[in-house]
């Protein structure tokens, strides 16, 4: 059996000796272990992965984890049971790179979740997902069925107990309620390097400053449009030799890899989210 | 003798075809010759070098150009003399590192200018001077003095005749009356990949939030803070586990190389500005 | 109708000239021209892109110029009437990341090419044939019938009349007489930074080294084994944290991405090759 | 007082709980630890740093350490006081862009270091070393005389207590004495990505192979030429356009960069080296 831990609380010193004693008691063997301190913001982090050789009681592990390091601390904790599977509900608008990446990582065994459904407010990328035969729900989006439409994406959330959402170039701004549904569990990748270009047409903009270098950048949505903590950033450079439908072509390869990367991140869990910054233990 | 022609123009039919016929006329060899159209704008590029076996009359031959090709297609054009030692004057403040290697470069040969001053605000820097042997001034700046430290200014690149200004983190913001002396002809390192982080502070602003890679941008200054047009940037990753300390020391590497790469684009007349971007030929 | 031309050749005065002139003479409009020399070597290099308003003949064009230009500079040059579309043969063998990432591009409609097949030595990857319903080939390949698959492969591509053959992670290493058939017209993505680690198990080679960095290579395929003329590569960092599964994980993102960047400049007629190396026009 | 304790060992269950746990007892508070497992070598790997309010006797920490700890699990250990001044004797022949590089740092305060002299087998760079102020040995390297040049260096060496060495672009094989007389201790920069173009001009094979990638590797010097264990390397682009002179231009710009970075993370005791290779905490 093996366990992943995610710790952050106010630093204090002797932390890391209580709690790798505590896992050592148990019977653990700790086989990765990964801390940071924020000095700015006195705050400690830290990742362990330990293997019990006697699978022990997780709930009884949690519950005294809870009542002993926990609560002396004042932690925030998560423990995460190795190999489940997180059911992961992706988003989509017209662009199929992204969708294209994460489906064929998945058909490949890279990516160890279950994909319940693939979501879109067009049908475009409907013969997509019956390539890979999985199910595509056409929640289309106007300015006057918006409450609607977010109803049925909730219920459909809901009705497939979703765990994470991936908006794999979704072009509509989710309802706060949503995000509220799904905190730190909504990952979207945004195509330019942020803050720069923030919103729409970040391409376009790039273009029109004359930037060397475009990126692109994976983040945790949050009520703030594209201003979310950041797990994953990536750039190529360009000259003034490419065009807007360059800068696009090029900004594709990018959008893609990035966003992967932080599903993959998410999914391994080494990703702590404070201060509207993440902590990424890779 | 070797001549580059840099030209840029509406995008007419024929412009190629005529210039390098031009040339040929002339006894020239065209050793390169990159163009580029900005199909957006409808704005044509050109850069070439020439080689003429026989020494031409430069004067005859602007004089001839202005009056056939640049008429006709109402060129922007400059014709440069290669191998002139263009001078270059250096302003700093306290940080030392693209000092040192500007005049490191320098001193190898790398870079075919004369240093005729290195300008300072403040008085730290005048050691790196005296161990290169190039002449210091230190011209305070404050808010009361302000004019009469311009005026000083002007009057030292009037009596060298400096054809061009390298900002080496000067920390003062340059008079518009100084910045219209010299229009494209000030270099500045900004340490953030621009237009993210404009301003003052941007490492700390960068860490803030959170970003996964910093950068640093070389452009020309004009009336606009840190807006000018963009000719090098660069990057490198950071991570959590960085402090603003870090970013610091990180970027310290990036923008020494990023300012050199950009005086050297400018000193071998490969770049060309319009609509406030560059046309970099590399 | 525009027409894409490549040149190269022994370096000379007056080429571009004469070249610029002779399509401006045949009433093309020059929307592209870049060149090159290498000087140790003393080779010529140009490509350049011509609008025709009226439709001229094609063969015309490509007589009057083998007889003119061409003989008087002893050029290699080629002509290519744009948007035609090559059949493209995919070679494969149990790897699906390089396959997923062309057809997906393919169906997005980002290659013009015509895909008329996959080969396989393996039934692996059939399925992925089937969900882009491409027709699939399965040609075992063992030391024993090396040459009856290679007959049959051979056939396979007269029969579908293919311009050109891209290794998408093909196992096999090519018979003389197939690479022979297609010079410079067969495109190998190797999982290194050649010229290190070329041969078997590079990722275990760069593990073994402790290197800080892996790359991918995509090239020409010639008879030497990984040594023919490089069309693109790129790299990534990886630290003692990565484990050689970590190597391959990393490197499959390189890999099909330099891929179709290589199939992409070949595809534009970006790519001269010369001396065992290229010159990319990009 | 602040510790940093570098660990490895053959990879055992709870030594993280038994070092964490002996830090605690004697006082000490962790304020940094990471650590690595070869799962490949079965080998573990530890670096932490610990403050003590109150000092402790150094060298009874060290032997309670030695007899408890490190006998227990077989340890390969090293206990290091924090900013004590190690001294670092620094090698160059003609090219001055590393020394350069590693004087201004210097001078900057950024390498906490002692530089007793610079030791060449030219005369070149004695202008650098003048102003800077550090003393300058010429030590001419040639066939006949390497025996008593060696001699000479052991003497230099010796005489001023040297704790490491940098050869900042020295181009002479060092003799295996000196090499035996500092293991790990010799931080050498070559000019290539290695493994690819070991040995003699480096950029020169790039330039033949047409590759579009070159680097710069620095590694801790061994008995085979440019094979010790890697520290840092770094890549930057070319294309056709760039000349071999052009390659050694972009070129130096990395080697500068790697090596001081290298001798950085040496300076922090970032490094432990295993397997000829390295495990770099950073």
Known sequence: MKLAILIHC????????????????????????DQHVDKEAGIFFMRLESEFENNISLSGFKEEFANGMAK?????????????KPKMGIFVSKYNHCLYDLLSRFNSGELLVD???????HQNLKYIADQFQIPYYHIPVTKENKESAE??????????????IVLARYMQI?????????PQKIINIHHSFLPAFAGAKPYHAAF????????????????????????EQDVTTVSHSHSIKDFIAKGRDLEKIVLSRAVKLHLSRKTIVYNNKTVIFS
Chains 1, 2, 3, 4 share one sequence.
């Open 174 to 182: 989710l309802s706060p309620k949503l995000i509220d549904a799904y």
């Open 115 to 121: 994909i319940p459904f693939i979501l879109s407010n």
């Open 72 to 84: 002396k601390y004042g932690m925030h904790w998560d423990v995460h049971l190795e190999d489940t």
């Open 208 to 231: 029109e400053r004359g930037v060397k270098i475009i990126g692109a950048t994976s983040h945790y949505v949050t009520a703030d449009l594209d201003a979310g903590p950041i797990v």
């Open 10 to 33: 106010s630093d204090k010193s002797g932390i890391i000796s209580s709690v790798t004693h505590f896992i050592h008691q148990k019977g653990g063997n700790i086989v990765y272990l």
């Open 151 to 164: 109803t049925k994406q909730l219920d459909l959330l809901r009705r497939y107990e979703v765990d994470f």
